[in-house]
């Protein structure tokens, strides 16, 4: 097993990774928790539910079952209602604690729902897609969706610990794997290009979820973002780093549709038009951008944005969080594992597009 350490101000908690590790978590409940509360949507309590409740009652706590509708559609209020409806039906008070079992939007619903009951109750995260295991899971971001914008109600809750069984993985399509990868891959690209390195040697083994070379990519990649969140929880500087290959991703995510794409596969792509930004701008390396369109195909995420004029990808950026007052700002590496954020003006932005 490996243990990542996360220190922020909002807290401080282990990541253990191992695969198996679902029938080990009871070890992360606190021994003065009252009640249980598993929270997860129908598709992952058929696949690891029965496991996990084992797990829980080894503790001898009441363990109370809480189940979501899968799908980002219901990351909202109405969903919330749902849990603080379960939460207060069974009367947990404010020892009780939130397991929550699945993804990135089963964790961030659910932390959200551990950030306002009562104000304030502990959860534990147990990520079971890829994505969530390197990124969502970890950093203290919760959230639901409302109408008019993604993730646009929320809180930084940290979790007391995040459990990663890493064989959960197994059971996932292939396309949620590659997502996830991309992802994996990023933390090369912002922070370590040693790391990006061994990936690029290793994706063969990591697409099959070998389980060495996929217990070392979760547990890097959690240390890095690990390493980011601890220097700045709440994204008032550096944090802003995580979101390379974004700007350009929430754009075809948005201009596609919502689901078309996964998330991580938008951002695969967008992280090829993002160092191609980074050459015309910040001077990375030819050899370097050709790196990471190669491990961008590798782990079978898409390399060619859609064919869009150039006006409607400048109105999809500009409603990406991180365009301020009219300019375009974006995450860019002046080398391999070296990352900035800084505006670009539109006609440089334009001449990048125009090499798709
Ligand atoms: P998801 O939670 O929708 O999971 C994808 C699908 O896989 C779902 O149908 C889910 O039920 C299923 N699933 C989960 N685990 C499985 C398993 N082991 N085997 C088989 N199927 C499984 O999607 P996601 O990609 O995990 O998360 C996306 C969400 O994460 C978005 O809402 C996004 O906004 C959020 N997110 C949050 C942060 C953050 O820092 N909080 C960061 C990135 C993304
Ligand atoms: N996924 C970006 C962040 O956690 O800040």
Redesign the pocket.
């Known amino acids: 097993m490996s243990v990542v350490h996360v220190q922020t101000p909002g807290g401080n908690y282990p990541i253990q990774v191992a695969p198996g590790r679902l029938d080990l978590m009871a070890e992360s409940i606190p021994s003065d928790a009252t009640t249980l509360a598993l929270i997860t949507?129908p598709?992952?309590f058929a696949?690891y539910g029965e496991r996990v409740l084992q797990a829980l009652n080894t503790t001898g706590k009441k363990v109370v079952q809480i189940l979501i509708e899968?799908?980002?559609q219901y990351?909202n209020g109405k969903t919330l209602d749902v849990i603080f409806d379960g939460l207060l039906q069974n009367r947990l008070d404010r020892k009780a604690v939130i397991v929550a079992l699945?993804?990135?939007?089963?964790?961030?619903i659910s932390g959200f729902a551990a950030a306002c009951f009562m104000r304030g109750i502990r959860f534990i995260q147990v990520p079971?897609?890829l994505?969530?295991q390197v990124?969502?899971s970890v950093?203290g971001?919760?959230?639901i969706n409302h109408p008019l914008g993604?993730?646009m109600i929320g809180a930084f809750y940290q979790p007391i610990a995040v459990e990663i069984d890493i064989h959960?993985?197994k059971?996932?399509p292939k396309r949620?794997i590659s997502?996830g990868l991309a992802e994996v891959i990023k933390y090369g690209m912002i922070t370590d290009a040693d790391f990006l390195d061994w990936c690029l040697a290793n994706t063969d083994a990591l697409n099959a979820l070998e389980d060495e070379p996929t217990q070392y990519a979760v547990t890097r990649s959690c240390e890095l973002k690990a390493y980011v969140v601890s220097q700045d929880e709440r994204e008032s500087g550096l944090r802003a780093i995580l979101n390379f290959g974004h700007t350009f991703g929430h754009a075809i995510e948005a201009g596609l549709g919502y689901g078309k794409w996964?998330?991580?596969e938008a951002v695969g792509c967008g992280m090829i038009m993002a160092a191609e930004l980074s050459a015309e701008v910040c001077g990375l390396s030819a050899q370097s951008v050709q790196k990471i369109r190669d491990l961008v195909a590798a782990i079978g995420c898409p390399t060619e944005p859609p064919k869009w004029d150039h006006d409607k990808w400048i109105d999809l950026m500009g409603l990406d969080k991180k365009a301020e007052g009219g300019q375009l700002r974006f995450v860019l590496l002046p080398e391999l594992g070296k990352s900035v954020v800084q505006t670009v003006d539109v006609a440089t932005v334009k001449k990048v597009l125009a090499k798709f």
Do not use: M
């Not at 699945?102 to 961030?108: A, N």
């Open positions: 949507n598709t992952v696949l899968d799908g980002e990351k699945g993804g990135g939007v089963v964790g961030d079971t897609t994505l969530s990124d969502s950093g971001k919760t959230a993604k993730n959960v993985l059971t996932l949620e997502a996964l998330h991580g």
